[in-house]
């Protein structure tokens, strides 16, 4: 039995060493930098120890604007992409014929370049000296004024926002829910049948349950997926996300490094851990709900 360990262990060491290398290593290094004060990263050099670099973080505009976006996102965005992914599914699974030439269909967004599908969104909603984009169109049309979804309004920014992380996320949401839903035992929706089980009795009773750990993983991933958007903002409103008001807290701490207001990798450092914190402590709360509502 030692031996069969020693092996086991032996197997584990590389994936050990390349987790402990590239996520533990540089997480104590990024908690260790949030606690330097005035760190210049070309001399290594820092004059303080303390948490002035999280209260300054905690006190900046950018940083509150960029924390209340990113919770709005992940308000609508999560439960919405799941929801619509869930009904898509079920719908897909009740459907035989051509059901693989569907999932494909929808799955197709999803390996497209973020890039490339943010550039269609703009055509859609944008507003030109030449035209005031399709949507307008089809908004004018049912008799309502135009608005500038790109460069107008906060929530019609982040209207559009909301949207495309949606039309973004859902299609991997389709495919694993479908699989789930094709994996429940056919032997218990024929005997909730055979009592006269309406279908959404048997939906709710059999098939939510089933589900329930897919969609508690979906859920779990969604969260984790929104708050670490960034991508999705920069093809949408470009690189300069303040201005914008549509950062994101991934933006800001790209902004600290790198940013024109780059160069300040403990300010950066201290948002990381805020972040981290953040989706540790919602991961945390998410587990103890699903022991009660999760069935595996």
């Given at each position: 039995?030692?031996?069969?360990?020693?092996?086991?262990?032996?197997?584990?060491?590389?994936?050990?060493?390349?987790?402990?290398?590239?996520?533990?290593?540089?997480?104590?290094?990024?908690?260790?930098?949030?606690?330097?004060?005035?760190?210049?990263?070309?001399?290594?050099?820092?004059?303080?120890?303390?948490?002035?670099?999280?209260?300054?973080?905690?006190?900046?505009?950018?940083?509150?604007?960029?924390?209340?976006?990113?919770?709005?996102?992940?308000?609508?965005?999560?439960?919405?992409?799941?929801?619509?992914?869930?009904?898509?599914?079920?719908?897909?699974?009740?459907?035989?014929?051509?059901?693989?030439?569907?999932?494909?269909?929808?799955?197709?967004?999803?390996?497209?370049?973020?890039?490339?599908?943010?550039?269609?969104?703009?055509?859609?909603?944008?507003?030109?000296?030449?035209?005031?984009?399709?949507?307008?169109?089809?908004?004018?049309?049912?008799?309502?004024?135009?608005?500038?979804?790109?460069?107008?309004?906060?929530?019609?920014?982040?209207?559009?926002?909301?949207?495309?992380?949606?039309?973004?996320?859902?299609?991997?949401?389709?495919?694993?829910?479908?699989?789930?839903?094709?994996?429940?035992?056919?032997?218990?929706?024929?005997?909730?049948?055979?009592?006269?089980?309406?279908?959404?009795?048997?939906?709710?009773?059999?098939?939510?349950?089933?589900?329930?750990?897919?969609?508690?993983?979906?859920?779990?991933?969604?969260?984790?997926?929104?708050?670490?958007?960034?991508?999705?903002?920069?093809?949408?409103?470009?690189?300069?996300?303040?201005?914008?008001?549509?950062?994101?807290?991934?933006?800001?701490?790209?902004?600290?490094?790198?940013?024109?207001?780059?160069?300040?990798?403990?300010?950066?450092?201290?948002?990381?851990?805020?972040?981290?914190?953040?989706?540790?402590?919602?991961?945390?709360?998410?587990?103890?709900?699903s022991k009660k509502h999760v069935h595996y």
């Amino acid at each position: 039995m030692e031996k069969r360990n020693a092996k086991a262990w032996l197997y584990l060491v590389p994936a050990i060493l390349f987790l402990g290398f590239f996520m533990v290593y540089p997480l104590i290094d990024v908690f260790i930098y949030s606690f330097e004060e005035g760190y210049n990263s070309a001399s290594q050099t820092f004059f303080g120890v303390g948490t002035y670099n999280y209260s300054y973080v905690l006190h900046d505009p950018y940083f509150l604007q960029a924390l209340k976006n990113t919770f709005i996102l992940v308000i609508i965005t999560v439960p919405l992409s799941t929801g619509i992914a869930l009904l898509i599914s079920v719908g897909l699974s009740s459907i035989k014929p051509l059901r693989n030439l569907y999932q494909t269909v929808y799955f197709l967004p999803y390996v497209t370049n973020t890039l490339a599908v943010g550039l269609v969104f703009m055509i859609l909603f944008k507003k030109t000296a030449y035209s005031d984009g399709l949507i307008n169109m089809l908004i004018n049309w049912f008799g309502g004024n135009s608005v500038d979804f790109i460069d107008g309004p906060y929530w019609a920014k982040m209207f559009v926002l909301c949207f495309y992380t949606i039309w973004v996320v859902m299609p991997f949401k389709i495919l694993i829910l479908t699989s789930a839903l094709a994996s429940v035992n056919e032997e218990y929706y024929k005997a909730a049948q055979v009592d006269g089980t309406s279908k959404f009795r048997i939906f709710r009773k059999i098939t939510l349950p089933m589900i329930s750990p897919t969609l508690f993983y979906l859920v779990i991933t969604g969260f984790i997926g929104a708050f670490k958007a960034y991508s999705d903002a920069v093809a949408l409103f470009g690189t300069n996300l303040n201005a914008a008001e549509m950062n994101t807290i991934v933006g800001y701490i790209y902004d600290m490094l790198y940013g024109d207001s780059g160069g300040y990798p403990s300010y950066a450092s201290a948002a990381a851990i805020i972040l981290f914190t953040i989706v540790l402590t919602i991961t945390c709360i998410n587990l103890l709900i699903s022991k009660k509502h999760v069935h595996y």
